[in-house]
């Protein structure tokens, strides 16, 4: 099998909600860039790269189409059913940028899945999970509101939730006094301030706080200061941005850094890099958040695909994306229902782009 033609669309996803707000950011909606494969055997593969706007990871949105353009061209001709030399070619055309080669490997295992007629999820180490726990987000608003909205998803049938927070040390603990008073005996909360404490603000927040049951994310920056920060507490300590590779990993092992890593596909560098990340923390006894930066149905898919396939007591929560849009940009994702979600056991990936809502590709390169 050879790669005749790599399509590159861009498409907005606009939130449900209105606004989607987290630390000192807002957005109405996000940027995504799908990209579809094209092979001389028929068979197409289907990808999904979305940052979390422009500032908040070292990826941006017009940045990921510029990536794969430098990188599409020196795929043309290569199989894509070698994986490992996909990611190898791709690194050899360009240097870094893992979340722009992340939508070219995802394509690439929707391709594998589909020639050997298995959901991808079997491909990655088989059904482990029937359903996929799923948290759900509360973006910052004003304490009463985002209370309230708790409450809402509660009655959904959610257990596990992550508050937005890192917009000020009073009106974050007023914030997490008012939703932890909303929340059902046995379910979950978790403080994600997204690295917008400074040092001695996330100390006097837990500080405050340290009474309450709740997980504390990614409190600070870098790496460094979560740590020190780790070391000023007893709550359990979730890390995301500062986990990008397995050096890092490593480290927090080797520094009890952490609790809970928050692996994102996207930011490792698409579904090959992410299986190994995994298995590293599995291998390591740390329990994993299991999603991405953004995206809509395929991105979603992708995910909940490497859920299925990790060690349950390994699985922390996911993120269905998707059902925080108005807009659906692919048939097939994986359903929600009760706090959890199922993926498709179609071959692939099981997400059928709709052509009609991506339009005409923004690049195509090849056949």
Known sequence: MKITRIAIHQVDLPLKEGSYSWSTQSFSAFDSTVLIIETDSGLTGVGEVCPLGPSYLAAYAEGARTGLAQIAHGLIGEDPLQIGRINLRMDELLKGHPYVKSAIDMACWDLLGKATEQPVYNLLGGLLQDKVTLFKVISRQDSAAMASKLADYQLQGFRQFQMKVGAGVSSDIERIFAVSEVLQAGNILA???NTGWKQHEAIRVLKAIRDIDIYIEQPCLSYEECLAVRRHTDHPIILDECMDDLRVLMRGHR????DVVNLKVSRIGGLTRARQ???????LGITMTIEDSWGGEIATAALAHLAHSTPQGFHF????????????IADGAPVIKNGYMVASSAPGLGV????EILGKPVLVIGG
Request: overall charge negative; charged content about 25%; proline content about 3%.
């Open 277 to 283: 990340f995994r298995d590293l923390c599995v291998t």
């Open 191 to 193: 403080a994600d301030a």
């Open 255 to 258: 520094d009890s850094a952490m």
């Open 352 to 355: 059928t782009p709709d052509m």
């Open 317 to 328: 929560q996911s993120s269905a994306f998707h059902e925080y849009h108005s807009l659906k």
